[in-house]
């Protein structure tokens, strides 16, 4: 039966649903309408499978090769860090500052770091006007990038560029900089444990304290902005002001601190100037 081996499967039933579906090729509800049914040895070795791969610590997303972000499906490999709830929580910031009466029409965004396009992408498909270029030093990062563009119709509104940080973009300057850029310490023992092992330790590792990149980023952003242009980015729950510090010493103003679902701060932003 189904569920027995559901059940047995030594993983949270969410999770060994999740593979079910895919290993049998059902949906949700058909998996849910067979639970009593009996399963076939060929069907049981394919769910035996994944169970495996997901017992042996490798995230679902990796697994089932797609993730949830902004109620988009985006597709993910182990090249691009998996895209997180908490980031949901930038794309909604920028969002709202592109937004409303005195918003510009066509503005240009730059995502820094774009790995699996989630920010780049969800921008793009919620304001097909804005003009999304989206960075990355990584050409198998900015592959996914691509084919979620393209998956998700949004290509028609993204430049991909490859490039460390603003490295490739000349003198251009842009209306919004977003960036979810690695910001955990190389010592972090959560880079050690659960899924962070499987990802890219360049999407998630920035140096002795996690600032790295978030100081690179600062300090060159505002020769990317035009007058009155938004820097915004993720940064850990612990790093808030040191980077609301960052954006103050490099000259924005109106700096903030948005707290994430579970109440931690999670973006930090500023703005030049007009
Ligand atoms: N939020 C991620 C984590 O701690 C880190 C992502 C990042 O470094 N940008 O799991």
Redesign the pocket.
């Known amino acids: 039966m189904l569920e027995g081996l559901l059940r047995a499967s030594g993983l949270p039933w969410l999770e060994a649903r999740l593979l079910a579906e895919r290993a049998l090729r059902l949906t949700a509800v058909q998996v849910a309408m067979r639970l009593r049914d009996p399963v076939s040895s060929v069907d049981q070795a394919a769910l035996e499978a994944l169970w495996a791969r997901r017992r042996g610590g490798e995230p679902v997303a990796y697994i089932l090769g797609e993730r949830e972000f902004y109620g988009r499906r985006f597709t993910v490999t182990p090249a691009v860090?998996i895209p997180?709830p908490?980031?949901e929580l930038l794309c909604e910031a920028v969002l709202e500052r592109v937004s409303g009466p005195s918003a510009l029409t066509a503005a240009s965004v730059l995502d820094l770091?774009t790995g699996s396009g989630a920010i780049a992408v969800t921008l793009a498909c919620e304001r097909p006007d804005l003009r999304v270029t989206a960075v990355d030093t990584s050409v198998a990062a900015l592959d996914v990038a691509r084919h979620n563009a393209l998956r998700l119709c949004a290509a028609a509104g993204i430049r991909c560029v490859i490039s460390n940080w603003f490295d490739a973009l000349g003198t251009e300057r842009f209306d919004m900089i977003a960036s979810?850029?690695?910001?955990?310490a190389a010592g972090?023992p959560?880079l050690v444990s659960g899924?962070?092992r499987f990802?890219p330790p360049g999407?998630?590792?920035?140096g002795a304290d996690?600032m790295d990149s978030l100081r690179a980023i600062a300090a060159a952003a505002a020769q990317h902005l035009k007058p009155a242009g938004w820097l915004l980015m993720?940064?850990?729950f612990s790093q808030g002001e040191e980077v609301r510090g960052l954006l103050s010493r490099h000259g924005f103003s109106d700096v903030l601190t948005l707290r994430d679902l579970a109440g931690l701060e999670r973006v930090s932003g500023g703005r030049l100037p007009d």
């Open positions: 860090l997180r908490e980031t770091g979810n850029p690695p910001y955990v972090d959560h899924d962070l990802e999407a998630l590792q920035a996690g993720e940064h850990g």
